[in-house]
Nanobody, 118 residues
Framework: QVQLVESGGGLVQAGGSLRLSCTAS????????MGWYRQAPGKQRELVAT???????NYAESVKGRFTISRDNAKNTVYLQMNSLKPEDTAVYYC????????????WGQGTQVTVSS
């Protein structure tokens, strides 16, 4: 089973930057994709960005040009660089990992709070 450890959340002023990281550990055959989702109060969880083992990325329209997702396969770590943050980016950010053992599984991190003040 995979465990995910997230870090990097916090409080920042609008226009500022934060970097989130998430490291996967445990027993698995391969990690197919990792990514970040977020959930604001009273809203559903939504995709922020994902990256596959081959480096293909996918972004929500609302973060394109401001957020960058990257991955270090050797460290089983995914990063989310968030620039030009806006108050509407305030949410709990969850790391997501899709891996095989070789049976396919999906795992969520515990979440990290990102708060952007205006």
């Amino acid at each position: 089973q995979v465990q995910l450890v997230e870090s990097g959340g916090g409080l920042v002023q609008a226009g500022g930057s934060l970097r989130l990281s998430c490291t996967a550990s445990g027993r698995f055959f391969s990690i197919n994709a990792m990514g970040w989702y977020r959930q604001a109060p009273g809203k559903q969880r939504e995709l922020v960005a994902t990256v596959t083992s081959g480096g293909s990325t996918n972004y929500a329209e609302s973060v394109k040009g401001r957020f960058t997702i990257s991955r270090d396969n050797a460290k089983n770590t995914v990063y989310l660089q968030m620039n030009s943050l806006k108050p509407e980016d305030t949410a709990v950010y969850y790391c997501n990992c899709r891996y095989t053992t070789p049976v396919a599984y999906e795992r969520w991190g515990q979440g990290t709070q990102v708060t952007v003040s205006s």
